[in-house]
Each structure stands twice: as C-alpha cells, then as structure tokens.
C-alpha cells in the first residue's frame, strides 16, 4: 500500500511542482513590479485576494474534496458512471448556484468586508489604499465560482484515479496572472485603473483557465454537462450535509491567515506583503507534500471507511503520515537553514529590496514549523469524513482558530508581524496533534510506534541536513560573493545539494523505509518510461 500511495503521490507532486513553481514564478513577477513596501499595490491586492482565496481554498483543498470525493467514489462503485455522472452535474450547478450568490453579496458588501480585514492604521491612514482595496475585491469576487466548478471537475478526476490534470490545473491561476501582468498591467492607467487591477483581471481569468484544462479529461472519461438542479437527491444532500460543518472543520489554516491579516494591517507598511510571500514560498512544501499525499489517499480511505475492519484504513493513513514526515520534516529545517537565501534569490530584484527580504525571510522562520500540522490535517480531517464524521473537525477547527487568535494577540505584542507567523504555526501544529489522536481513538491507533520510530529518525536525518545546509550556504558566501542571480543561486542550490545528499546517506544509515518506498517509486516509473 505505501509504494502504491508513494506512486499516486509522486505522479501528483509532478504535477504539482510545475503548478506551484509557476506560483513562484508569479509571486517573482509581482514582486518585481510591486514590491512589498514601497506602495500601496500589494498590500492592497493581498487583502482584497483574502476573501475569494480563503473559500478558493476550502473548496480546493478542504470541504468540497473531503465531502465529494468519497460520495461520489460510492456511488460510482455502486452504481456505475451514470449515476455517477448526474451526480456530478447536481454538485456542479449546486455550487454555481451557492457561489453566485455569495459572489454577489460580497461585491455588495465589499467595503464592510475590507473594513473588517484591514482595519488598521496602515490601511486607514494611507490615501487611496482602502479604496483601492474595495476595488480589487469586487473585480476578483468571481474568481469563486470559477474555482469552484473547477474543484468539482477534479474531485471527478481524482475519485476515477485521474490525478495529473487536476493536481496541474491550478497552474492556470498562475499563468494567467503572468501573462496579464504583462500584457494588462501597462495598459490599466489608459482605461483609468491602477496597474494593479490588471493583476485582479489575470486572477478571473486564471479560474477560467482551471476549468478550460480539466474539460478534455473529463469528457474523455464521459463526463457530458447537464444543467440539472434536484436538492432531493439523496447523493447531492449528503454532500451538502457534510460540506456545511466540513467547511469549518478544514477552515482553520485559511481562518488564521484572515486574521493574520487584520492584525498585520496594523502593523507598518508591507507587514501585510510580508506575511503573504514568506506563506506562498512556505505553502509549496504544502502543496507538493500534504496535499499530493492527501490527495492520492483519498479514494482508498473511502474505500476502506465502510469496511468492518479497520486495520487497511489505520494502515493508509499510517503510511500516508510517514511518507509526509519523511517529506515536509526535511522541508520544514530547510525552510529555517535557507531562509535568507531562498527568499533573496527568488524575490529580491526590481522594487523588491533587501529589506523586503529580511523581513520575509523572518515571517518564513516563523511560519515553516506550520508545515507539519498543514499537512497532517490534509490528511486527518478527510479521514474523518469518509468515516462520516464531520462534527469532529469542526470541533477542533473552532478550537483551533480560538487558540490562534488568543496567541497571535499575544504574540503580536512582542515579535510584531511575526509573532503572527508563529502563531498560526503553533495553532496549525495544535489541531493537527489534536486530530490524529481522536483519530487514533476511533481506530482503535494509527500504527503509533512505527510513526514515533520513524518521526525520530527523521528528525534527525532532517537536523544533519540542515545544519550542513547551514554552513554550507556561508561558505558559499564567502568562496562566491556578489550579488548577481547566477552567484545567488549557485549559492542557494550547492547548499540544498550537499544537504540533500547527507539527508540522504543519513537516511540510509537509519534505515527509514519511507526514503526507500519513494525511491522505488520515482525508479519504478523511469523504469517504465
């Protein structure tokens, strides 16, 4: 079972690694154009994004996922593509319905909603940013319904165990944007609107994008549109039933980012730019790691939630939480050792300055301890409701969010800007840790000493690693000084090569399986190439 999951997740962290370096690409793109803190732009455009990207987000990757999936896997075992199919159809104009909606009150009600997320001095005081804001947020307001039916089309996907094209189709989003800052954002000021309102369009259109790229797939398996519409259906209820209370139990990271954002608004110029390019550069692990393995679980976890034995469920999940230790524990020291360095060669050019890097380098310290707990939920919360239990999540999610919240006040007081960073990582590791063990409890356990054997060798693997990561990256800094982009990363990827190869001797000197089930995998899938 771990090969196999390995392989699923291999061939989506594939895919995901080309979406998510477009989505470093366009952060570089747009620090380049609109820095951090030398105007208005991006803090502005961050806020305004919070809104369409925190429901993007729980659609994406949390209660449509979780709450799709798993019906839909059901009925296509039991029923067959047809029944399948309409299924399909009634969540898809379900959600267009839902998200017009939504999409609507939040054009209306834009400025009470950006009075609520930026309602500090830096916002307040600045001419024209909160207005500019309002703006922002009412163009890319549509983006949700887009996003939404693009989610549906790849729950669709994954659940017949078609992961490339959906894992690659947020690339789309990230496209979309380069090529509309690019093209639209010099020509804005001639129609009257900021050059950052090009960023807005490139964002609709990149939700577009997500959907025209999944279409051929789908319509290859057979999927046919139908506009139908049966809130009766027994399959589309059960769906919205746990769509209702999953939406809050998978909302706790993207909650604690929204108030990140509250309070950084008021904290001075660019705090809130800050937080957001050190959470992107730290999301990738997420997206490579955590949500590929969650992802390529998911089906069998359905699969295995209406058996009576419980040992194959608690086996995947076990499996599945080793292999994201054995990914993002690495990832996480890495983030720390190589934080300068990272965010220096990635953003650092045109109106991104070295003091923008510093700062983004230290929320980036403070946010990667998160990257465990982000992906662990991935993981647990699914779990819970292909067991058909959303109430747990939720429960753990609110406390969660009101743990954050209590040590982000705190916090905040003392390390500024990124104490909000820590928080969010301690509250990310809280539910987690919280998760897996009503977890263990309702599996009667998840293989714990395996995970705790392997979680201890993979710390130390990882610390080896980063600390050769470390001195490395220094004495490269004085063998090849300068500040050019082929020195900055010569630098930044000799340091990750030499930390790589001593994660992996180190590995190899412990034993840990999990190095080899991936191993075996990526050669396994050469080999057949």
């Known amino acids: 079972?771990?090969?196999?999951?390995?392989?699923?997740?291999?061939?989506?962290?594939?895919?995901?690694?080309?979406?998510?370096?477009?989505?470093?690409?366009?952060?570089?793109?747009?620090?380049a154009m609109f820095g951090a803190s030398s105007g208005p732009a991006m803090d502005a455009y961050n806020v305004a994004f919070r809104v369409p990207n925190l429901l993007r987000d729980l659609f994406a990757e949390g209660a449509m996922t979780a709450a799709f999936v798993p019906t839909f896997t059901r009925t296509l075992n039991a029923r067959g593509r047809e029944a399948a199919w309409r299924l399909g159809n009634l969540v898809m104009n379900a959600l267009i319905v839902?998200?017009?909606?939504?999409?609507?009150?939040?054009?209306?009600?834009?400025?009470?909603?950006?009075?609520?997320?930026?309602?500090?001095?830096?916002?307040?005081?600045?001419?024209?940013?909160?207005?500019?804001?309002?703006?922002?947020?009412?163009?890319?307001?549509?983006?949700?319904?887009?996003?939404?039916?693009?989610?549906?089309?790849?729950?669709?996907?994954?659940?017949?165990?078609?992961?490339?094209?959906?894992?690659?189709?947020?690339?789309?989003?990230?496209?979309?944007?380069?090529?509309?800052?690019?093209?639209?954002?010099?020509?804005?000021?001639?129609?009257?609107?900021?050059?950052?309102?090009?960023?807005?369009?490139?964002?609709?259109?990149?939700?577009?994008?997500?959907?025209?790229?999944?279409?051929?797939?789908?319509?290859?398996?057979?999927?046919?549109?139908?506009?139908?519409?049966?809130?009766?259906?027994?399959?589309?209820?059960?769906?919205?039933?746990?769509?209702?209370?999953g939406t809050l139990g998978l909302a706790a990271v993207q909650i604690n980012?929204?108030?990140?954002?509250?309070?950084?608004?008021?904290?001075?110029?660019?705090?809130?730019?800050?937080?957001?390019?050190?959470?992107?550069?730290?999301?990738?692990?997420?997206?490579?790691?955590?949500?590929?393995?969650?992802?390529?679980?998911?089906?069998?976890?359905?699969?295995?939630?209406?058996?009576?034995?419980?040992?194959?469920?608690?086996?995947?999940?076990?499996?599945?939480?080793?292999?994201?230790?054995?990914?993002?524990?690495?990832?996480?020291i890495g983030l720390i050792a190589l934080a300068g360095p990272i965010v220096e060669l990635i953003l650092q050019r045109g109106q991104f300055q070295p003091k923008d890097t510093a700062a983004t380098a230290a929320a980036l310290m403070f946010y990667a301890p998160g990257l465990l707990g982000y992906s662990a939920v991935k993981i647990a919360s699914p779990s819970f409701y292909a067991l058909g239990d959303s109430r747990t999540p939720v429960i753990t999610s609110v406390a969660s969010v009101l743990f954050n919240l209590m040590l982000n006040l705190v916090l905040v007081q003392f390390l500024g800007y990124r104490g909000l960073a820590l928080g969010t990582a301690i509250a990310a590791l809280f539910n987690a840790v919280t998760l897996l063990v009503l977890l263990s409890r309702r599996l009667d356990g998840l293989e714990e000493p395996r995970l705790f054997s392997a979680f201890v060798k993979i710390v130390i693997a990882s610390v080896a690693m980063g600390l050769v990561a470390h001195f490395v990256s220094d004495w490269l800094v004085t063998v090849l000084p300068g500040g050019s982009l082929q020195r900055k990363g010569i630098r930044v990827f000799g340091a990750i090569g030499v930390a790589v190869v001593v994660l992996i001797a180190t590995a190899r000197l412990l034993r840990i399986e999990e190095l080899n089930d991936a191993i075996k995998s990526v050669t396994r899938r050469l080999g057949r190439r």
């Open 1 to 31: 079972m771990s090969v196999r999951l390995a392989r699923s997740a291999g061939l989506i962290s594939i895919a995901t690694m080309g979406s998510r370096l477009l989505g470093v690409a366009r952060e570089v793109v747009l620090a």
């Open 98 to 245: 839902a998200t017009t909606v939504v999409v609507v009150l939040g054009i209306v009600l834009a400025d009470p909603i950006t009075r609520v997320l930026a309602s500090g001095h830096a916002f307040q005081t600045v001419p024209g940013k909160f207005d500019l804001t309002v703006q922002l947020t009412r163009v890319m307001m549509p983006f949700l319904t887009t996003v939404a039916v693009a989610v549906a089309m790849m729950g669709m996907l994954n659940s017949l165990h078609k992961f490339f094209v959906p894992a690659f189709s947020p690339a789309m989003f990230n496209i979309a944007t380069i090529v509309c800052a690019f093209a639209l954002v010099p020509v804005m000021p001639y129609f009257g609107l900021p050059k950052i309102a090009g960023i807005a369009i490139g964002t609709v259109l990149g939700g577009l994008g997500q959907i025209a790229v999944q279409w051929p797939s789908l319509r290859k398996e057979g999927f046919r549109y139908q506009p139908i519409l049966d809130f009766r259906d027994p399959a589309l209820r059960e769906i919205l039933r746990l769509m209702g209370p």
């Open 257 to 332: 980012v929204a108030v990140n954002t509250a309070l950084a608004s008021t904290q001075p110029e660019g705090s809130v730019s800050f937080l957001q390019y050190a959470f992107r550069l730290m999301y990738l692990p997420i997206g490579l790691f955590g949500v590929s393995i969650a992802t390529a679980a998911l089906p069998d976890l359905s699969k295995q939630a209406g058996e009576t034995d419980k040992a194959p469920m608690r086996s995947t999940i076990s499996a599945g939480l080793r292999m994201m230790l054995m990914l993002n524990v690495p990832a996480t």
